[in-house]
């Protein structure tokens, strides 16, 4: 069986460049056939050295690029090109990983629906850390138990959204499971959060830190704290690759990677 073919999008950013060398140590598993970046102009010698070596193309016109044919696209660019990216893969016959955040519960209906008509999978992930996946699945049991709940979640400087998919993927986790509504006070008022499905979300974006989430939970005459603390990109690496492989047995959109677990 020929090993997938795959596209990794943002393949200059600092996810982007980690993704690919995953790809390039998983040569038996998967042939990266090119990396998209928005201006080839823009990528230093270095890497497009390391590219060349490794006979990836590194290309600017996407649309271009899924003509020439592949498997799998790995979607880790930014919130305002990620469902156009991951729609034309889609209507190319190429199955999308998506680990760019800024995707709307419309976009993710109309991938899915994209993704039945031509029976090809998706998989949107709102984080591909093993340990952040199983931070959400602790949290959504805990809200079985504890009526009170609020979500802290920690990036650095330079990510472009908030709140980040994983916290919003976390919120609707646990507004499903609760046995009854979030008994925090004071929600409506804007220092409180961000309401996610009536599951309050701070967000902190400092320097020194890649992605932090913690879940607080309380209860009468105590707390519960599951926090996830995310320390290098690598974290993310086995997640992609386990996506990967998973993807190419799909005909459906899958929102979390916690479903392929």
């Not at 393949?11 to 080839?40: P, Q, T």
């Not at 961000?194 to 974006?205: A, F, K, N, T, Y």
């Amino acid at each position: 069986m020929a090993k997938p073919k795959v596209i990794v999008v943002g393949a200059y950013g600092r996810m982007g460049k980690a993704a690919v060398e995953a790809f390039i140590n998983n040569s038996d598993k998967f042939d990266l056939v090119s990396g998209v970046v928005r201006n080839v102009k823009d990528v230093d010698t270095v890497y497009k050295k390391f590219l060349e070596d490794n006979k990836v193309r590194l290309v600017s016109n996407l649309e271009e690029e899924l003509h020439r044919g592949a498997d799998i696209l790995v979607e880790l660019t930014t919130p305002d090109s990620v469902f156009n990216n991951s729609k034309l893969a889609l209507k190319n016959g190429i199955r999308p990983v998506i680990g760019a955040t800024g995707l709307s519960d419309h976009d993710i209906n109309e991938l899915s629906s994209l993704c039945q008509k031509n029976s090809l999978g998706a998989i949107v992930a709102p984080n591909f850390a093993i340990g952040a996946i199983l931070m959400m699945k602790f949290s959504a049991e805990a809200a079985r138990y504890m009526d009170r709940y609020e979500i802290i979640e920690t990036h650095h400087e330079k990510k472009l959204d908030s709140p980040s998919g994983t916290a919003i993927k976390t919120a609707k986790l646990i507004a499903k499971n609760a046995k009854v509504k979030n008994q925090s006070p004071h929600n409506g008022e804007l220092a409180r959060g961000e309401l996610v499905d009536g599951v309050p979300i701070h967000s902190l974006r400092l320097q020194g830190t890649v992605a932090n989430q913690e879940v607080i939970f309380g209860g009468l005459g105590q707390t519960l704290s599951i926090n996830h603390v995310t320390i290098d990109r690598s974290s993310f690496m086995p997640g992609i690759m386990l996506a990967s492989e998973k993807v190419m047995k799909l005909e459906k959109l899958v929102y979390g990677l916690e479903n392929l677990l």
